[in-house]
């Protein structure tokens, strides 16, 4: 980022922690005081809001510091055009920025507590693997529309509350099963005729059937840890544990 | 304890550990993971270090300790493969050593260059690890005077210095992160008067931030977004047959190697600053010391030495206040801390008391992590050099799963998650924009250190703040502090400008006309 890009871009972030200390400080004077709280009457100096308040003035103080800095730096018209709204940015790397985020916040905040974690796992991995490793970006597209998809459909999977009746358990998991199915198609199709792209997604699918596995045994069986959520494929291979073990 | 005592606890420490076959394979396996971890492009020794620790939960004390500075060591020292074979700094820290390290990986000489770089790490934590036993307990002598002015001081002292000396922009971004890491830290019902602050009636939140997904969610996430985003990849590797360790070499740099090692130990002993500025500061005093500074930049054997002492013996450095007085000497170090709090162990000035045998412990750990390093490095680092080629699309989603169920898996609670991709998202944000993000983590660990011990030492003195400035070690504290920012003053700045220049008169030499016209890459990975 260039220095006066970094100024402009200081000027709003300041003026953004600013408000985040006001509203720290409006926060911690609600806290009690000097007013009694649990039956004990409070002094200023063991009250709660006494150390929110110093970091929230420091912030203030520091925050207005760096805005009159970046306005300096900046000059009049410089401080004109930061002012202006700043045109979309559609370049190649905010597009693979977006699949990021968005496939992060989907696999979190959806997948995760929702589907089984073997499932939720393989299937950020195809997605993400295949998006990025295929060559010329021609994963990206495909991919993050079949992601956002299966996010979307889980979403309103669990908005139904469904999943919660006893028999409709393991639907979601078979949902995201056929969605896996359908992405390795998207991507097979890709990737056809071209043998650099039909490697490469070999190289994916090898670690889609790894990972998932090695890290469902390490952390359910070597480290005893549940997984955030137990479907169709974890009750299978507990099922198949206590079956070896007679 | 003597030091004859201190000895033999060392000593009894190194056999105990390797009588047991488990430990001796997971030091040898997490050094190798580590040298791996350093050298792939978009991982590094911090995001090792705090990955690993969420394998760690279930092991015994001692065990997570090897396999966590079993990675560190081994992830400071592989950020020197690439930066020898590539001409790309694995890590931060490694920067340095591309200047000398590829050029002679150019002239055919990777195998020497990574066997000097090997030897010259082991010794350079071996120096570390002398002066982290010999510094450490005086220090920690010193701290038992500690008492809540001081502890809050100390704190304010970490945040702030860690802000200067890490922010690459403008200071005051590194105390705004410090600061913003002291918000996050008053979230949760306080400590003293159970009073819920900032909870919005969220029963998840009265606990606080939990440490370990603030810390993989600060450091994972910006790196997995920066280098997916930048489609970030090596080049293909140059070629290395055998590995020498290249004693000779070594003995007549020895000059070199100690000065390194000091200057190593001390940069590492600063808190929040590490590895990287070591690496560089320990390169230019080689040149500006050496006889013919003009071979610098060509493959001068005693650049690479100097700078790969320095980068770890800054791990010792680190370690002495992160021991001592719980501050973290440099990011890598802020994940430990975060692991020593899961297995119990609060360090500090108390450690002496409560773990009387505790930092010789470390201490022989750490010889063991720098000996499996060396042993590592000579044999096995023609299959390091093949890791080289993995690409990043491939490791880095994985990365982002072993983030998630490591956030989770520490208190089995699907809230951590929540917490954690908010807090990456805006700590990538805040890296973009130049903020520093080792003192926002410093900021949210040391934040309830500070918070009650400035109530604490309040209540004592009846809010009377007068104690702050009559106490000795205070005083010390706030003249520190006041310097701290005083020295950042535009015209203080100046002035202090003026006055070097007019001390210290410019003598050109050849070594400032020759400025290597080759620089080597970025490093990868913007803090390691």
Redesign the interface.
């Known amino acids: 980022m260039d220095r006066e890009r970094l100024r402009r871009t200081d000027l709003w972030t300041g003026l953004g922690l600013a408000a985040l200390a006001v509203a720290m400080l409006i926060g911690a004077s609600r806290f009690p005081i000097s007013a009694s709280y649990g039956g004990v009457q409070n002094v200023w100096y063991v009250s709660p809001a006494l150390f929110p308040l110093i970091v929230g003035f420091g912030i203030l103080a520091l925050s207005m510091v760096l805005v009159v800095t970046a306005a300096r730096s900046l000059g009049r018209d410089g401080l004109r055009q930061a002012l202006s709204l700043p045109k979309a940015d559609f370049a190649p790397r905010q597009r693979r920025f977006a699949m990021i985020v968005a496939a992060i916040i989907g696999f979190v905040f959806a997948m995760v507590p929702a589907v089984d974690f073997f499932l939720a796992t393989a299937l950020f991995l195809l997605v993400f693997m295949a998006a990025f490793h295929l060559p010329d970006g021609t994963g990206l597209l495909p991919n993050l529309t079949t992601y956002l998809v299966l996010v979307g459909l889980t979403i309103a999977w669990r908005a139904t509350g469904l999943g919660e009746v006893p028999g409709l358990e393991y639907v979601l998991d078979v949902l995201i099963l056929i969605g896996i199915a359908a992405a390795l198609w998207v991507n097979w199709r890709t990737t056809a005729g071209d043998p650099l792209s039909r490697k490469r997604l070999r190289h994916v699918l090898w670690m889609v059937a790894v990972t998932p596995t090695v890290l469902c045994i390490l952390f359910r069986y070597g480290l005893l840890v549940p997984l955030p959520h137990e479907g169709i494929v974890i009750n299978l291979m507990e099922a198949a544990r206590y079956a070896m073990r007679g | 304890m003597d030091v004859f005592g201190q000895f033999g606890t060392f000593f009894g420490s190194i056999v105990s550990l390797l009588a047991d076959p488990r430990n001796v394979v997971i030091l040898f396996g997490a050094s190798f993971l580590g040298i791996g971890f350093g050298a792939l492009p978009g991982l590094t020794a911090t995001l090792g270090v705090a990955l690993l620790t969420t394998?760690t939960?279930?092991l015994p004390l001692e065990t997570a300790l090897i396999a966590l500075l079993g990675m560190y060591v081994g992830a400071v020292y592989g950020g020197s493969y690439p930066a020898i074979l590539v001409n790309i700094p694995g890590t931060a820290a490694s920067a340095a050593s591309a200047m000398e390290g590829y050029p002679l990986a150019q002239r055919g000489e990777g195998g020497r260059a990574l066997g000097l770089t090997t030897t010259a790490s082991f010794i350079g934590t071996a120096i570390g690890m002398v002066c982290l036993v010999m510094v450490a307990p005086l220090i920690a002598e010193l701290a038992l005077q500690f008492t809540s002015y001081e502890f809050f001081l100390l704190a304010f002292f970490g945040i702030l210095i860690s802000g200067t000396l890490t922010s690459g922009?403008?200071v005051?971004?590194g105390?705004?992160a410090g600061?913003?890491g002291?918000?996050l830290s008053?979230i949760g019902r306080?400590r003293?008067?159970?009073?819920p602050?900032?909870t919005f009636d969220q029963p998840a939140l009265d606990t606080g931030l939990e440490v370990v997904p603030v810390l993989i969610g600060a450091f994972a996430?910006p790196q997995?977004?920066r280098v997916?985003?930048?489609?970030l990849q090596l080049g293909e590797p140059k070629k290395v047959r055998r590995i020498l360790p290249e004693i000779r070499t070594i003995l007549y740099n020895l000059k070199h190697i100690v000065r390194s090692a000091m200057i190593g130990v001390g940069i590492g002993a600063v808190p929040g600053i590490g590895e990287d500025i070591a690496g560089w500061v320990s390169y230019g005093a080689a040149k500006n010391t050496s006889k013919q500074p003009e071979k610098f930049g060509k493959g001068e054997p005693s650049g690479l030495v100097s700078t790969e002492t320095a980068n770890n013996a800054c791990i010792g450095g680190a370690l002495i206040p992160l021991l001592t007085l719980g501050i973290p000497g440099s990011p890598p170090a802020v994940m430990l801390l975060g692991a020593l709090m899961i297995h119990g162990v609060t360090v500090g000035p108390m450690i002496t008391f409560d773990r009387p045998g505790f930092i010789t412990e470390v201490t022989a750990i750490l010889l063991l992590a720098s000996a499996a390093m060396w042993v590592n490095g000579m044999l096995l680092a023609p299959q390091v050099v093949k890791v080289l080629r993995a690409?990043?699309?491939?490791f880095?989603?994985?990365v982002?799963?072993?983030s998630?169920?490591g956030s989770?898996?520490l208190g089995?609670n699907?809230f951590n998650?929540?917490l954690?991709?908010p807090i990456?998202?805006a700590a990538y944000f805040l890296t973009?924009?130049?903020y520093p993000i080792s003192p926002l983590v410093i900021g949210v660990i040391l934040g309830p250190m500070?918070?009650e011990n400035?109530?604490r030492a309040?209540?004592v003195s009846?809010?009377d703040p007068t104690p702050f400035f009559t106490r000795p070690v205070s005083l010390l504290l706030v003249i520190a502090c006041v310097l701290l920012v005083v020295a950042q003053i535009p015209a203080v700045r100046r002035g202090r400008q003026r006055l070097f220049a007019r001390l210290t008169r410019p003598r050109p030499t050849e070594a400032d006309q020759s400025t290597p016209e080759r620089r080597p890459a970025p490093p990868v990975n913007e803090g390691d």
């Open positions: 394998l939960y279930g922009d403008l005051i971004k105390w705004i600061l913003i002291l918000a008053t306080d003293l008067q159970f009073y602050r900032f996430i997995i977004i997916l985003r930048d489609e690409p990043a699309a491939l880095m989603p994985v982002a799963v072993l998630v169920i989770y898996a089995l699907i998650l929540y954690m991709v990456g998202l973009e924009w130049k500070a918070d400035l109530r309040l209540m009846r809010g």
